[in-house]
């Protein structure tokens, strides 16, 4: 079945940087497009960033372009998202997700 499991996520101080994996299974990774998506305390889920199959097209939320890099390595079906200039309001869940199935995500908090 498919699997995404996340990771790398922790506590950061405001213009610090993460970098998030998601270790995807059960599927063809590599002919799937992929996103994240978070979620912020009491909010709904928020798209972040998607990347092609092939890893040559990404698209992203206008509160993270510039800051965020999504990644993908499909010989390891691997999902990364390099986090930087980190600013509170980032503080979520975040998920990687393919079509409908989402992970169990990995919390960012990031505070003085």
């Known amino acids: 079945q498919v699997q995404l499991v996340e990771s790398g996520g922790g506590l950061v101080q405001p213009g610090g940087s993460l970098r998030l994996s998601c270790a995807a299974s059960?599927?063809?990774?590599?002919?799937?497009?992929m996103r994240w998506v978070r979620q912020p305390p009491g909010k709904g889920l928020e798209w972040v960033s998607s990347i092609s199959s092939d890893g040559s097209n990404m698209i992203y939320a206008t509160s993270v372009k510039g800051r965020f890099t999504i990644s993908r390595d499909n010989a390891k079906n691997m999902l990364y998202l390099q986090m930087n200039s980190l600013k509170t309001e980032d503080t979520a869940v975040y998920y990687c997700a393919m079509e409908e199935t989402r992970g169990q995500g990995t919390q960012v908090t990031v505070s003085s």
């Open positions: 059960g599927f063809t990774f590599g002919s799937r497009r």
